[in-house]
């Protein structure tokens, strides 16, 4: 089973860019069977879908966040990226990255990392 | 945007018992409903998609029903390690949207 890691720093300043890091083991991200997504969660609130990419770099992005949000796959690494500009407080969450078929249940996910928007 | 509304917030059943948790969809679709649980410091596990089918090494005390705009997660008999806190998921339009999760409590 795949299995996937998220990786980058856990404070971020306001009004600055959120870049977190998702790397892939255990399967190819080039496969073409999988859509690769974020999902991040307030602390002691619910889940929130952010966005996801396909291995050809095709994305679809919450309209929530999709003014601010990038999200991009390296095939070379076998990872995937993500970059929210301008936070705020309220981008505080812990990110999961997770992956899916075409049809988007998350059968596998990471473990999540906390990111704190804070000066 | 389709929003999922579970009920209740928190359901407070003994081991051995039956739990009923419930979700709501703003508008109907047909399987695309997926059910997850998570505890404190990890990420979420899928229990259910296409609303009733158990994912892989799921027991079958879990299982999934509804359609339309009403769907229902059913745990027969609770184990110590089923108190959690359940989210349901829609798949059918885009952006995917989670519930906001009941926390399922020993009583």
């Known amino acids: 089973q795949v299995q996937l890691q998220e990786s980058g720093p856990g404070l971020v300043k306001p009004s600055q860019t959120l870049s977190l890091t998702c790397t892939v083991s255990?399967?190819?991200?080039?496969?073409?069977?999988?859509?690769w997504s974020w999902i991040r969660q307030p602390a002691g609130n619910g889940l929130e879908w952010i966005g996801r990419?396909?291995?050809?770099?095709?994305?679809k992005y919450n309209p929530s966040v999709k003014s601010r949000l990038t999200i991009s796959v390296d095939t070379s690494k076998n990872q995937f990226s993500l970059k929210l500009t301008s936070v705020t407080a309220a981008d505080t969450a812990v990110y999961f990255c997770?992956?899916?078929?075409?049809?988007?249940?998350?059968?596998?996910w990471g473990k999540g990392t906390l990111v704190t928007v804070s000066s | 945007e389709i929003v999922m509304t579970q009920s209740p917030a928190t359901l407070s059943v003994s081991p051995g018992e039956r739990a009923t948790l419930s979700c709501r969809a703003s508008?109907?679709?047909?399987?695309?409903l997926a059910w997850y649980q998570q505890k404190p410091g990890q990420a979420p596990r899928l229990l259910i998609y296409?609303?009733?089918t158990r994912a892989t090494g799921i027991p079958d005390r879990f299982s999934g029903s509804g359609s339309g705009t009403e769907f229902t997660l059913t745990i027969s008999s609770l184990q110590s390690e089923d108190f959690a806190v359940y989210y349901c998921?829609?798949?059918?339009?885009?952006?995917?949207?989670f519930g906001q999760g009941t926390r399922l409590e020993i009583k």
């Open positions: 508008q109907s679709f047909s399987r695309h």
């Open positions: 296409g609303i009733s």
């Open positions: 990419v396909y291995s050809n770099g095709d994305t």
């Open positions: 255990g399967g190819s991200i080039n496969s073409g069977s999988y859509f």
């Open positions: 998921q829609q798949y059918f339009n885009w952006p995917l949207t």
């Open positions: 997770a992956v899916s078929g075409s049809l988007y249940h998350f059968d596998s």
